[in-house]
Each structure stands twice: as C-alpha cells, then as structure tokens.
C-alpha cells in the first residue's frame, strides 16, 4: 500500500544536540514533499516543502531536509536543536490535491 | 480572519449522540478540506471543496459522516450517530486555490471524544 513512514515515533535530544528525523514514502511518479510541525497545543505549521530543483530545502527555523529520489526518502535535519524545537513533527506527500501524512514524530528537546 | 478557525475546540458526545463541527476558513481561500487525525496518527484525509462544491469525499469513513459548505465560506463536518472509533481530532484546511504550489492553512482542530 501506497504510505508515508516515519521511524521514529518519539526522540529525546538534550539542546544543542543534531537532529535527524527520518521520513520515506512509497508513491511513485511525482510527489511533492512536505514537513509540518505541530507545537502543543497549536495548529499544523509548514517547515518547509519541496517540489522540484535543488534537493537540499532549507525551511523556517535552521531547519533542513534533502529528497533523495532513490531511496524514496525526504528527511528532516538541523544542526543543533533547541528547548522551543519541542513538538510534533510530520512528514507529508501531496499528490493533486490531497496530503498523506506520516503518523509523526515527537520530538522532545531536554533544556 | 487571520487564521483557520474551527469551534469547539473540543466536544465530548456521548454514543448515538449527532456532533456538528464547525469552520471558518480563510477569508477568500477557495478549497477547503476536513481531516481526521486519530491519536498517535498522522491526519488523514476526509473530504475536499471548492468554493460550495464538494469535489471528493472518498476518505469520509461510512455514511454517517456527512459535510457541507452551502455558500462556500464555512464549513460543518456532521457526524450522526457518534461511535466510539470517531474519536479524533478534526483537522480542516484552507487554500487560497487548490493545489500543491499554494500554501495550505490549517486550523487547531476539534478533539472529539466519545464516551
């Protein structure tokens, strides 16, 4: 079945510590990529996306994430994370329309 | 306004009961979608307008679910009859016009449980 699978379902870091979340899907053909970060308690914010050229995105916050088309993988990175990173994070495809979401990773940041 | 609004921010429905959820999408954003997301899950989709009509409601999960946009700006996701496995948080989304290249604007979403 055609999915979007993220790794880890919870990742402890201590602040300053890198960070990498791992993100893979399964639809062929043109995608387009996405991560979203959900802060407790707040809505669903777009990181960054990607959809075509450079395969390194740079997003909102020092965030980072490269598609790597052959491994069907888009993940998340920043260099040294901080206490306000605390959240949930997804990855997403859309494709025409519609968003297909991974299950999330909740990421927390020990100050 | 500024944002996706959706009210109530959460709902408790006891079985049997019929919920209404409600949302204000962005002033002028033409597509408007409904989520559903299930705890310790990603959202999943529900169903899609454009303006007043309602393009896909192939991820509406039985017939009890029912949605409307009847002038294209608010939208009630209806579900009758509530089960338990309805229990969730209802996303709804706003796009200025459908498709990957704008940007999708989500709401906080209302948690419904069902005791």
């Known amino acids: 079945a055609q999915s979007v699978s993220q790794h880890n379902h919870h990742v402890i870091l201590s602040e300053a510590a890198s960070l990498e979340l791992g993100c893979n899907y399964s639809?062929?053909?043109?995608?387009?990529l996405f991560w979203y970060v959900q802060y407790p308690g707040q809505h669903l914010q777009l990181l960054l996306k990607?959809?075509?050229?450079?395969?390194l995105v740079k997003g909102i916050k020092g965030f980072e994430a490269e598609f790597i088309k052959s491994k069907f993988s888009f993940n998340l990175r920043k260099p040294s994370v901080q206490w306000s990173d605390t959240a949930e994070y997804f990855c997403?495809?859309?494709?025409?329309?519609?968003?297909?979401f991974g299950s999330g990773t909740k990421l927390n940041v020990k100050p | 306004g500024a944002g996706v609004s959706q009210s109530p921010r959460y709902k408790v429905a006891k079985r049997g009961q019929d919920v209404a959820l409600r949302c204000d999408p962005i002033?002028?954003?033409?597509?408007l979608f409904w989520y559903q997301q299930a705890l310790g899950q990603g959202p999943e989709f529900l169903t899609y307008f454009q303006n007043e009509a309602q393009l896909d409601k192939s991820g509406l999960p039985s017939d009890r679910f029912f949605a409307e946009r009847p002038e294209g700006s608010v939208s009630t996701l209806k579900i009758q009859r509530t089960q338990q496995e309805d229990s969730a948080v209802y996303l709804c989304?706003?796009?200025?016009?459908?498709?990957?290249?704008?940007?999708?604007?989500f709401g906080s979403g209302t948690r419904l449980t069902v005791v």
């Open positions: 990607y959809f075509s050229g450079d395969p």
């Open positions: 639809y062929g053909g043109t995608v387009n």
């Open positions: 002033s002028g954003h033409v597509s």
């Open positions: 989304a706003s796009s200025l016009v459908a498709g990957q290249d704008y940007g999708y604007t």
């Open positions: 997403a495809v859309n494709r025409v329309i519609k968003f297909y």
